[in-house]
């Protein structure tokens, strides 16, 4: 906790000058990099105390234990492994075919709707809806359409999916100037060069807009689906040990959860995003506007 | 083909009707092929379960008749207490952040890794907490929602007329009147802001929560006739959920935002 004394308002006293290691502490501190760890070491120092207030939040040390059951089979490790990666093995293969699915029908229709205005009129309306839609009452439809099966969870990423991508390439094909392409045509660039260099480079960046999106939202989508009516996965998983009412193992496949999506939107969706947008101009910061944010943006 | 304004208006009203038709009746040529109500039911059946909803089930005697409104009413205030709560405990972030370079990395990592976490987590952990209960609902909303007013308030309040402070300062102004006449009115908009982009995610959030853990509410309404495997049912409380979402969305919060800040410049240029 001694963290945060050491920060802004403390007034800076000859002791904390005249001992170099305690100065590159307080410097590290007060860091970028020192804030975030503080933000860390706070935010578990902070579960700590509560469950010392409530007894029935499990500790850090509790969810540890379970967790590490969960993934070596415990005192059985050397015979089986854990419960763990079954578990995500099969959440991640529904995860990967939705996915699949949600992503080339949005393409296609993203596409359509970006490049026909006849074709945007007709259905831009019906993709807003399902953009509208949260991701539960595909759980619910999918089930009461095809009962308990892989086909439910499935087609919830599918379903959730789908609208984010579409959105997002219609975007993208709209953005592309029509200066440049007349430019294009102009110069004789037509065929596949104009398609790789001028069509894809301008959608990629919304396309991997979209897939990041539509992976945020579909991870909920299939957790929410396997936690109504699977038979097993990480939602299936975790509402096993919420309904036996045993909270170290439900909390740590709810933190499993979170940290899988936000490494990998962290990690890779982010990075992805960023790459594929590099040949836009920085933003010039010269009065900052709410609403900067594309309205795909909002999920 | 003369392109007019007035024309072109016509031809896109034209294509939005045909479009909305076309979506009904392959809806209705699907129920009709599929021909059972418990899978798909033809938008007569439903639009007669919503009136059910309203004016209650004639065909069934304990049925008290109009739950709409209870149900949606609840829904509603706890979206807008949810709100609330965000703007509450956003706002004093969003300043932290805005004013001083620690706590806006201190905040970032939380704020971003908020955003990305799924909507799930928030339902259960609510109800494991509070139970079935009006609390959850609200606090649900207020969280998802927090991240994205501290954002937009910091990007507010760096964004504030350095210019305008200095003036004032100047002036012989205090700093409560600094407070009141400059930042707070520069920051106002951004808060709007924020409660707009995370207001789709919000409602969400807030039905998923409701699904869990509550005894009321249009969220529970969905799960109630999800449990009863009653088909029309649900896709007449999806429907009106999303009718309610998008009107709020479009004609309620988009026109409130450009009346109240109809004096910002940038509103009318952008």
């Not at chain 1, 995860?95 to 949600?102: E, N, R």
């Not at chain 1, 392409?181 to 990629?204: C, E, I």
């Amino acid at each position: 906790m001694g963290a945060r004394l050491v920060t802004a308002t403390t007034p800076k006293t000859d002791y904390v000058h005249r001992n170099p290691r305690w100065a590159r502490l307080r410097r590290f501190l007060r860091s970028d990099r020192g804030a975030t760890w503080s933000a860390a070491v706070l935010f578990i120092a902070a579960w700590q105390l509560l469950t010392l207030i409530a007894p029935r939040v499990p500790s850090p040390i509790d969810v540890i234990q379970i967790m590490f059951i969960e993934m070596t089979g415990g005192d059985y490790g050397s015979i089986r492994r854990g419960e763990f990666w079954g578990h995500y093995g099969a959440t991640l293969q529904r995860y990967g075919i939705g996915l699949a699915i949600g992503f080339v029908a949005g393409i296609l229709v993203g596409a359509l709707i970006g490049t026909s205005s006849l074709a945007r009129a007709l259905i831009n309306d019906t993709v807003l809806v399902l953009l509208a839609l949260p991701a539960f009452v595909w759980a619910f439809l999918t089930t009461m359409w095809f009962g308990i099966g892989w086909q439910a969870p499935v087609l919830t990423v599918a379903f959730a999916a789908f609208p984010f991508v579409a959105v997002n390439v219609a975007q993208g094909v709209r953005s592309i100037a029509p200066d440049l392409r007349h430019m294009s045509t102009a110069f004789g660039v037509t065929g596949w060069k104009r398609f790789r260099s001028l069509t894809l480079g301008g959608v990629m960046g919304y396309v991997f807009a979209g897939l990041r999106f539509a992976m945020i939202v579909s991870w909920n989508g299939v957790l929410l689906s396997e936690w109504f009516n699977g038979q097993n996965g990480v939602g299936f998983r975790t509402r096993f040990w919420f309904d036996a009412n045993r909270y170290p193992g439900f909390l740590g496949w709810v933190i499993s959860f979170i940290v899988f999506i936000v490494a990998l939107d962290r990690l890779v969706l982010t990075r992805l995003q960023d790459r594929a947008f590099r040949w836009r101009a920085p933003v010039v910061e010269t009065q900052r506007t709410p609403s900067q944010r594309t309205p795909s943006e909002t999920r | 083909m003369r392109g007019t304004a007035a024309g072109l208006r016509r031809r896109r009203y034209l294509a939005l009707v045909v479009g909305w038709a076309g979506f009904v009746a392959i809806w209705w040529l699907l129920a009709l092929w599929i021909g059972s109500d418990a899978r798909l039911p033809s938008p007569v059946r439903v639009l007669r379960e919503v009136g059910y909803i309203f004016g209650g089930n004639p065909n069934i005697a304990t049925d008290e008749g109009g739950v709409f409104w209870p149900n949606f009413s609840s829904s509603v205030l706890r979206v807008i207490l949810g709100f609330a709560t965000g703007v509450l405990f956003g706002t004093p972030l969003g300043f932290l952040m805005g004013r001083r370079r620690y706590w806006r990395s201190f905040l970032r990592s939380p704020v971003l890794i908020a955003g990305s976490i799924p909507g799930l987590t928030y339902a259960v952990m609510v109800l494991v907490v509070f139970g079935i209960s009006n609390i959850g609902p609200i606090l649900a909303i207020g969280l998802i929602s927090m991240p994205y007013i501290a954002i937009n308030v910091a990007e507010g309040v760096m964004g504030v007329d350095k210019g305008l402070v200095d003036m004032s300062t100047a002036f012989g102004r205090s700093e409560n009147q600094i407070f009141r006449s400059v930042l707070v009115p520069s920051v106002l908009p951004f808060i709007f802001a924020g409660i707009r982009l995370s207001f789709s995610l919000a409602w969400k959030v807030g039905q998923l929560t409701e699904v869990f853990g509550s005894s009321r509410g249009i969220g529970f309404q969905i799960r109630r006739n999800f449990q009863l495997f009653n088909m029309p049912g649900v896709i007449a409380w999806v429907g009106l959920f999303i009718a309610f979402m998008l009107l709020l969305e479009r004609f309620v919060l988009v026109r409130l935002e450009r009346r109240l800040f109809r004096w910002r410049q940038w509103e009318r240029d952008s």
